[in-house]
């Protein structure tokens, strides 16, 4: 089992910054792939981004790329996302996830919402 708790999100206007975290407890943090979900209201949930448990390889949706970073702190047992030239359709509650294989654990969501 891992707890994910996710901090950051906020309120912003259109081209500022924001930084999200996520706190995993639990299993060995690093023996998990982790990422970042979205969904907008009355959408469905969406992939943000990933990063391999060794932190070697990241992923991103098309929409990001470029304003979006990915990192992990295995030390810390602690997955960040830094969102850059944030856009109105980036609003959206947030969500940490923990990979292994076939088993996905979620975080509870943190609610980011960008003013134009």
């Known amino acids: 089992q891992v707890s994910l708790v996710e901090s950051g999100g906020g309120l912003v206007q259109a081209g500022g910054s924001l930084r999200l975290s996520c706190a995993a407890s639990?299993?060995?943090?690093?023996?998990?792939?982790m990422g970042w979900f979205r969904q907008a209201p009355g959408k469905e949930r969406e992939f943000v981004a990933a990063?391999?448990?060794?932190?070697?390889?990241?992923f991103y949706t098309d929409a990001v790329k470029g304003r979006f970073t990915i990192s992990r702190d295995n030390a810390k047992n602690m997955v960040y996302l830094q969102m850059n030239n944030l856009k109105p359709e980036d609003t959206a509650v947030y969500y940490c996830?923990?990979?292994?294989?076939?088993?996905?654990?979620w975080g509870p969501g943190t609610q980011v919402t960008v003013s134009s």
């Open positions: 990063i391999k448990n060794s932190g070697s390889s990241t």
């Open positions: 996830i923990a990979d292994r294989g076939r088993t996905r654990f």
């Open positions: 639990g299993r060995t943090f690093s023996n998990y792939a």
